[in-house]
């Protein structure tokens, strides 16, 4: 399963890959992978390289590209639907849920989506606003409280630093993806 917004596209192959990857990974309950940034005209802008899956970087903040997450069906009845008094956080919502039901999450090596920036765009327009008060609810829900800004970045520091390393290999073509 998976849902994709009406702005972002799903690369050629995409969905027999994933497809592939489920059927020879019945252990993994849902995958996502790296991401590719579009312009509105449909020009690349820039690539996310992340690193390994980590279920305590997720705690803090959502790394996760929507666009590129897909998971089970028995994981969607075991953790249930979107949470649709979310605008903003769903996805992460959805995510941490699994996370709190043991799921197996695995980031694919490939680029399997491109997501659309522009600027009317959810992230774009309701990041400060809905989002901030979203992402702060999921933070009091799991972590019992709202940690501050530096306090992420303290918890994500080793995230970040294999985030930068990934990135780096991949540009210097050490690390490469499809």
């Known amino acids: 399963m998976a849902y994709i917004n009406a702005d972002d596209m799903l690369a050629a192959g995409a969905l027999h890959y994933v497809a592939q990857y489920f059927s020879r990974h019945p252990d993994v309950d849902a995958i996502y992978a790296h991401r590719i940034t579009i312009d509105k005209n449909d020009r690349e802008v820039?690539?996310?390289?992340?690193?390994?899956?980590?279920?305590?970087?997720?705690?803090?903040?959502?790394?996760?590209?929507?666009?590129?997450?897909?998971?089970?069906?028995?994981?969607?009845?075991?953790?249930?639907?979107?949470?649709?008094?979310?605008?903003?956080?769903?996805?992460w919502d959805f995510l941490l849920r699994c996370v709190a039901a043991k799921a197996r999450i695995v980031r694919l090596p490939r680029f399997i989506s491109f997501f659309r920036v522009h600027?009317?765009?959810?992230?774009?327009?309701?990041?400060?606003?809905?989002?901030?008060?979203?992402?702060?609810?999921?933070?009091?829900?799991?972590?019992?409280?709202?940690?501050?800004?530096?306090?992420?970045?303290?918890?994500?520091?080793?995230?970040?630093?294999?985030?930068?390393?990934?990135?780096?290999a991949y540009r210097a073509g050490i690390l490469r993806y499809n």
């Open 46 to 91: 820039g690539r996310w390289i992340l690193p390994p899956h980590s279920d305590d970087a997720l705690l803090w903040a959502d790394f996760v590209p929507q666009e590129t997450l897909f998971w089970r069906r028995s994981l969607w009845r075991r953790v249930g639907e979107f949470d649709v008094t979310f605008q903003f956080a769903l996805d």
């Open 119 to 168: 600027e009317r765009q959810k992230t774009t327009t309701l990041l400060s606003t809905v989002g901030k008060e979203e992402m702060e609810r999921l933070h009091r829900r799991y972590l019992g409280r709202v940690p501050s800004p530096v306090e992420i970045s303290r918890r994500l520091r080793r995230y970040y630093l294999l985030h930068q390393v990934c990135h780096h």
